[in-house]
């Protein structure tokens, strides 16, 4: 049977990431340091390990279903569950179950576990065992396949707070020159996160947020507040990307992190800088070094996270000097060139090669394991705040949202999803995206 212990976040035991996962201790961490986070509790991580050890078992003799099924049919220490549900009705009437893993100080795993909202005091036990078994759910599966971890050993916490509803809600990432970037949306946070909308994008530096339009959308003195609260966070954590929302007035910290630091990426060669290709010839010189980029990669012994090629920076200057340039949203720095694959359903999926620029319509978190040997992401909708670029840019890929991918390569998105003549350079620093048609 497990043994109940539950930490409010006021608790100092609840600063231990290694005890409480890495959400709340950071929650923790901020509530007692005076930011403005709302009241709660977690379930440690210890708590996780026996139904964890029942979903491992299962998953070795059979799938990624029975695995979860097995952990939602844990037997809990009655003790457990009352003091789960007394602490919770304390909470209010509605309460909402997260995701705690000690995984998630990793941006490699943003959005791969579950969450729960509108749920009632009494349904928190469900929202638990919900969350420990999205452990065995295909995506993070197969980010653990990736990344050599399995999640499994190192268990799962639960974080349970209040429900709000938010007015707005959204994102927001501190740069080293203490430039905010805001990302809001009327309503909750859970659509731009999730990949589904844009919302609106506001920089915050000294001169004030901007684009003017976007901020007064917002509201000048909501974007300031929640640009006050990213630099507050950052100065007491230092952590420098925060999901916030707004209800009835009050701002709340809803969940604080590190933006994730590009992997190193060499600079463009200066030689390459300064070549010129023959326009006379447009994508000769690309599809050559395509070719050259497709026998580098067979020559690779397994697959992972190796980065780029030896003849990709060539490639990159090719493209971006024979293409059409394409503005979107910087999501994640650093650039890349390669092959545009479009991934619209699973079949798409199967057929992602390593080192292409995968174009997905929005960035949504189950397209996360298909980054692990890309070489860049550019999305047709949702926002910069979308958790998949969190992952992008842990592994140092290039990406860039808000491109209309049929405007930029004239052929409708189905003509594009059979095509294997467009490349792509990704300049994820700058937000463009240059595309050129090696069948022509």
Known sequence: MIT?????????????????????????????????????????????????????????????????????????????TRALVENAERLGESVVVRSSAPLEADGRWAGAFASYAELAPDEAISGL???????????????????????????????????????????????ESETVSVVAIAGPPAAIVSGWERGEVVVVDQEGPHPAVAAQSIGRRRVKAVADLARATTSLLGLRHIEWAEADGHLWLLQAQARPQRAFQPPLPTELRRHSYD????????????????????????????????????????????????????????????????????????????????????PLNNLAPLLWDAAGLVTIGGSPGAHLFEVAASLGLPAVCGVDLADATGPSLDALRASHSWVGAVDGTGGSVTILDIST
């Open 129 to 175: 065992l919900g969350c420990w078994a999205s452990v065995f759910a295909p995506d993070p599966l197969e980010r653990a396949r990736a990344v050599g971890l399995n999640p499994a050993e190192l268990g799962m916490a639960v974080l349970v707070q209040p429900e709000i509803s938010p007015d707005f809600g959204g994102v927001a990432t501190v740069s």
């Open 279 to 362: 326009s006379s010839q447009p994508g000769a010189s690309a599809a050559e070094l395509l070719h050259r980029v497709r026998e580098e990669v067979e020559g690779r012994e397994t697959a992972g996270r190796f980065g780029m090629t030896q003849s990709e920076p060539a490639l990159f200057e090719a493209v971006t000097s024979t293409g059409t340039r394409w503005e979107g949203s910087p999501a994640a720095a650093g650039w890349g060139a390669g092959r545009i694959h479009l991934v619209r359903d699973a079949g798409d999926a199967e057929h992602v090669e390593p080192r292409q620029i995968l174009a997905v319509l929005y």
């Open 4 to 80: 109940p212990n539950i930490l409010n976040l006021d608790d100092s035991r609840a600063l231990d990431s290694s005890v409480v996962g890495a959400k709340a201790a950071s929650l923790a961490r901020a509530r007692q340091g005076g930011l403005p986070v709302l009241a709660g509790f977690a379930v440690p991580v210890a708590a996780s390990f026996e139904a964890l050890a029942a979903g491992r078992r299962a998953l070795e003799t059979g799938n990624s279903g029975l695995a979860r099924a097995r952990v939602t049919e844990a037997s809990l220490d009655p003790s457990l």
